[in-house]
């Protein structure tokens, strides 16, 4: 087997990230990667990379042909830069993109920062090649939309439409301290407001912390200063959902559920709430509705 041609491929099994040999059988370990996480294969390692591979011991005969240079996109940092290696080909697997054919001009991305860079190309490293159509679309991310609101650039329809709509809907005035209820505002505005779909990226997104952010803890009693908007917006769709079946523990925000897309690892997947979800959401899920039921303190400690 030979290098990978380039592509991003999904971790199947734990993985050992690689970088120089330092002996016959001994390399320096960058790290582990986990099921689900992604990588990029960058289509044959760069000549500069040689040195990488060879080290200073002696070489052994085909260990390249079953190793493949990655991008570690799972190491993503909020600057766009990742961790580079080896990976042995037989723990990847060729992965499809399922957002970039969904994604239609109105349609906005959700999850972490570091994830949603796939499709917007805002790299460091510019061997990754991925998501042009979604990048050329205005306002693909709740980012943008809210930054240009603070901003004030009122000449723009959207943007002023959203701030109308975050007045009267949800008496939000828009401000860079209101940043997480703009974030969460907006999945209202994006799938009912405007009948658009919202794709939301689950990669790097750890369900645990959802479970353990300020705005769970809070409502415990327990005092913690961890908030990030990912983790509200998650929630904030559990309780949608909670309401939309029934349970007097959920809340109607006005989000139409159906037009909301998960995705792990460029794939779409079923929503937590769904069968088939990926087991860390599920489990999270059930957690959270026994928490908002009163049945669950003290999640995870």
């Given amino acids: 087997m030979t290098e990978l041609a380039r592509g991003f491929y999904r971790i199947t099994s734990t993985a050992t990230l690689r970088w120089q040999r330092t002996s ?21 390692h760069p000549s500069r990379h040689d040195s990488y591979f060879d080290g200073k011991g002696p070489r052994t ?3 390249r042909t079953h190793h493949t240079w990655v991008i570690a996109l799972s190491t993503m940092e909020d600057n766009g830069s990742a961790t580079t290696g080896w990976i042995d080909n037989s723990c990847m697997t060729l992965t499809r993109d399922d ?18 860079e796939l499709w917007l190309q805002r790299f460091r490293n510019t061997e ?5 159509k979604v990048m050329g679309i205005k306002y693909n991310i709740i980012d943008d939309l809210n930054n240009a609101l603070i901003d004030g650039n009122a000449d723009d ?6 701030a109308e709509f975050l007045d009267t809907t949800f008496k939000c005035k828009p401000s860079s301290v209101r940043i997480r209820q703009m974030c969460k505002c907006g999945l209202t505005y994006i799938t009912k407001t405007c009948k658009r779909d919202v794709h939301f990226v689950l990669d790097g997104l750890d369900a645990v912390r959802v479970m353990t952010e300020a705005g769970v803890y809070a409502k415990q ?19 949608q959902r909670l309401f939309d079946v029934g349970s007097r523990d959920g809340r109607d925000y006005g989000i139409n ?8 690892a460029m794939s779409r997947v079923p929503a937590p709430w769904e ?16 928490y908002r039921q009163g049945k669950l303190r003290n999640i995870y400690l």
Avoid: H
């Avoid at 970039?100 to 999850?111: I, Q, R």
């Fill in 24 to 44: 016959v059988d001994a390399y320096v370990e960058l790290g582990k990667l986990e099921p689900d996480d992604l990588v990029y294969a960058v289509g044959g």
């Fill in 61 to 63: 005969p085909g260990w």
């Fill in 99 to 116: 957002v970039t054919p969904a994604f239609k001009d109105g349609d906005v991305l959700y999850g972490r920062c570091e994830a949603r």
């Fill in 128 to 132: 990754v090649s991925a998501g042009t």
């Fill in 157 to 162: 329809e959207s943007v002023q439409r959203f």
């Fill in 221 to 239: 009693g327990i005092t913690s200063d961890q908030k990030f908007c990912t983790g509200a917006e998650m929630r904030r769709l559990m309780r």
């Fill in 257 to 264: 559920l159906a037009r909301v897309s998960f995705y792990l």
């Fill in 275 to 290: 069968p088939g979800a990926p087991a860390n959401w599920a489990k999270a899920w059930k957690d959270y509705g026994m």
